[in-house]
């Protein structure tokens, strides 16, 4: 199995670069954020518990996005491998996800970081609001948090996959194409 994290602030780029690799490695595609979205739009217990965070801006609880995860790779056995999309976001979940992989004997194989200016961040974001309906979006203060968020607490994961020389970092500047051909490169050694 290969299983990529793919890494990197909000507005990073992370989803539309996930659906490249997706289609080129044949990953299954795990986003944090799409199954707190969809929890939240049928309603569930877990999507009721989520939503005030997210609408802070704020991370949700280790617990709660880990659990979610194991019961997520649990229905999807036969994978060829994992993509994850917005996790670990923090030291925390980094620690769980080697423990949930090690359980079914598989690991991470490359985490792939994608480095975008914060300027640039905000633009991207700010602009993703207009036609995205994402209210987490649309409002400078909550994009902050969310900016805080990582910096305080997501980026001591990439020194966490730097410890384990997993880490991969990759210019997140310049057209879809090009970042993807970036990417490419770095994973072909693992495919
Ligand atoms: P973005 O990368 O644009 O911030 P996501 O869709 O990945 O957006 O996440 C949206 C929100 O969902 C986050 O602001 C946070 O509240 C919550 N969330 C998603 N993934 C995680 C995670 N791994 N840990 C904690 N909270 C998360």
């Known amino acids: 199995m290969v299983n990529i994290v793919l890494f990197g602030p909000p507005g990073a780029g ?3 670069q996930s659906e490249n690799i997706i289609e080129k490695y044949g990953l299954n ?25 997210m609408d802070n801006g704020k991370l949700v ?32 979940q980094a620690e769980a996800l080697d423990k949930l992989l090690d359980k079914r004997s598989t690991a991470i194989s490359c985490m792939v970081m994608l480095d975008v200016p914060q300027d640039e961040l905000k633009r991207r974001l700010l602009e993703r609001g207009k036609t995205s309906g994402r209210t987490d979006d649309q409002n400078e203060e909550k994009i902050n948090i969310r900016i805080q968020e990582y910096l305080n607490k997501t980026v001591p994961v990439a020194e966490f996959y730097a410890g384990q020389s997993k880490d991969c970092k990759i210019d997140g500047v310049g ?4 970042i993807f051909a970036n990417i490419s490169s770095a994973l072909d050694s693992h495919f």
């Open 14 to 16: 992370k989803g539309t």
């Open 175 to 178: 057209t879809i194409d090009e």
């Open 29 to 53: 595609h795990i986003s944090t954020g799409d199954l707190f979205r969809k929890h939240l739009g049928e309603g569930t217990e877990l999507g009721k518990l989520a939503q005030s965070y």
């Open 61 to 92: 609880p280790d617990e709660v996005v880990i659990g979610m995860v194991d019961d997520h790779i649990e229905n999807q056995k036969g994978a060829a491998g994992f993509i994850f999309d917005g996790f670990p976001r923090t030291v925390a």
